[in-house]
């Protein structure tokens, strides 16, 4: 199993960029889907993106194709969330989270996650 850490949320401006990080300690971390998922007050928990074991099979939700990046680095057992032009209704819980056997995206096809960081966009 994997265990995930996130991290580098903040308060950022409508229009900024920000980067998450998310460390999973554990063993085989390659062999595991990384998601990103976000929840904002009073809201479920969303479906933001996800990467496969192959790196270049990844998936977002509509709102941020073209402005959200995910990527991973297996040398160092992480996987980010390169966010841009960000929006006040980015404001969230960011959570990070793995599962086996490609990519999901809705919350309970994850099996581990981490506590998640919080991410505040003003107006």
């Known amino acids: 199993q994997v265990r995930p850490v996130e991290s580098g949320g903040g308060l950022v401006q409508a229009g900024d960029s920000m980067r998450l990080s998310c460390v999973a300690s554990g063993h085989l971390f390659s062999t595991y889907a990384m998601g990103w998922f976000r929840q904002a007050p009073g809201k479920e928990r969303e479906f933001v993106a996800a990467?496969?074991?192959?790196?270049?099979?990844?998936d977002y939700e509509d709102s941020v194709k073209g402005r959200f990046t995910i990527s991973r680095d297996n040398a160092k057992n992480a996987v980010y969330l390169q966010m841009s032009s960000l929006k006040p209704e980015a404001t969230a819980v960011y959570y990070c989270?793995?599962?086996?056997?490609?990519?999901?995206?809705?919350?309970?096809?994850?099996?581990?996650w981490g506590q998640g960081t919080e991410v505040t966009v003003s107006s």
């Open positions: 989270a793995a599962r086996r056997r490609g990519i999901g995206d809705k919350p309970g096809e994850y099996n581990y």
């Open positions: 990467i496969g074991e192959i790196p270049r099979d990844t």
